[in-house]
């Protein structure tokens, strides 16, 4: 990994550096390696700020290690239900909708998809995003943060977007 270079603040490219060191000098793949790779970006937002780097990388190395924390609980929850549900008899096996889905239902699938689009359009210039985490299972919260607009507005284009997908179902 060669070292950054260009207009970085001293502060920053000091944090970069560090956890460049980090990253090299762990097993590729590794949780560390991981945080290290993680903490780069972090520490290039523009809203991190820290009086030196060694703060800096130390921040996004902690905030790293909880990010991808977060993701492996999930994923494992994701995992632990889908052996629940296995486990009730339902086929959890497939590859995806697509692979057992008629061609009608892919068609009603992309008909809906395409009419929430124009609904989260309508919305506002936060629609798409609120649309996007819905789709994806984002908390309101976390859709609220990307979306830079409160939660009970994310809640609200929600409402709307899942009565009109209510509509397009029964028309």
């Not at 902690?62 to 993701?71: F, L, Q, T």
């Not at 929850?77 to 629940?84: P, R």
């Amino acid at each position: 990994m060669a070292p950054l270079q260009g207009n970085l603040s001293t502060v920053v490219g000091a944090a970069v550096l560090r956890c460049q060191r980090r990253a090299a000098s762990s097993a590729p793949g590794s949780p560390d390696a991981e945080a290290a790779e993680h903490a780069i970006t972090l520490c290039l937002s523009r809203r991190r700020s820290a009086d030196n780097g060694d703060d800096l990388a130390a921040a996004a190395v902690r905030n790293a290690e909880w990010v991808i924390n977060r993701s492996d609980r999930r994923r494992k929850a994701a995992l632990e239900d889908l052996a629940h549900l296995g486990r009730q008899g339902v086929s959890v096996a497939s590859s995806g909708p697509a692979a057992t889905a008629s061609p009608e239902d892919v068609v009603m699938a992309r008909a809906l998809l395409a009419d929430l689009r124009l609904e989260a359009q309508r919305l506002g210039l936060a629609g798409p995003r609120v649309l996007a985490g819905l789709l994806i299972g984002e908390s309101a919260d976390e859709t609220a943060a990307a979306a830079f607009v409160g939660p009970a507005t994310v809640n609200r284009y929600r409402r709307r977007l899942r009565d009109r997908a209510a509509r397009f179902q029964t028309a």
